[in-house]
């Protein structure tokens, strides 16, 4: 299932603000003013800042258990 573009804008934006800004002093206005990213399109695929975390949490979970599939492999 292709992720939509505004969904990796998102995900993108928070870590880039990680670096500079402590997570927790991360709004969601920020958020949305760095990403370019209307609010509604916001909540349509996070239902606040904890489950947006959570995903990017997942997927770097996810990706790193393909990453060691594929070393075993080799």
Known sequence: M????SVVRIKQTLIDLCKVIPLESISVNLLLE?????????????????FLW???SH????SMGHLH?????T
């Not at 997927?59 to 996810?62: K, T, W």
């Open 2 to 5: 292709p992720v939509s573009p």
């Open 54 to 56: 959570h995903t990017i």
């Open 69 to 73: 599939k594929s070393i075993q492999l």
């Open 34 to 50: 760095k990403s370019k990213v209307s609010r509604t399109t916001f909540y349509k695929h996070f239902k606040d800042m904890d």
């Open 59 to 62: 997927d770097f979970i996810y």
